[in-house]
Each structure stands twice: as structure tokens, then as C-alpha cells.
């Protein structure tokens, strides 16, 4: 049992606390861009799921009104 504090053990438990807040401070920082990327990555999904629906509308649209003006030209 030790009567006095030892200062070298102060100073090292001191330098080990400050290294742990600052890799826990860089694991919180990489944690947040991993969820910005994310967040990102399902916006890009959801924006291509938009743009192949629409398209596919404007497919269908315009296929029907082809085939309304192909059957306009045969009855005439």
C-alpha cells in the first residue's frame, strides 16, 4: 500500500486519458461521416428509383400515344 501519490503515474494516467478523448473524439467524427454516406447513398437510391419510374411512364405514355396515332393513320 503506497502512503504518497507516485506523480510519474499521475502524469502517465493523465497522457493515456487525453489519448483516449482524442481517439474517441476521431471514432465519433469517422461514426458521423459513415452516416452522412449513408444517409447519402439511400437519398442516391431513392432518387434513381424516381427517375426509372418516371421514365417508365413517359415509356408507356409514349408508346400509347403511338399507337393511338398508328391506328388514326390506318383508319384514315
Known amino acids: 500500500m503506497q502512503t504518497r501519490k507516485n506523480r ?3 502524469e502517465t494516467s ?3 486519458m487525453l489519448k483516449l ?3 474517441l473524439t476521431k471514432a465519433i467524427l469517422i461514426i458521423e461521416m459513415v452516416k452522412n454516406r449513408e444517409s447519402n447513398k ?3 437510391i431513392l432518387l434513381a428509383l ?3 419510374e418516371k421514365r417508365f ?5 409514349f408508346n400509347d400515344l403511338i ?7 390506318v383508319i384514315y
Open 8 to 10: 510519474k503515474n499521475d
Open 14 to 16: 493523465y497522457e493515456k
Open 21 to 23: 478523448r482524442r481517439d
Open 42 to 44: 439511400k437519398e442516391l
Open 50 to 52: 424516381q427517375i426509372f
Open 57 to 61: 411512364h413517359v415509356s408507356s405514355c
Open 67 to 73: 399507337k393511338e396515332m398508328f391506328l388514326i393513320v
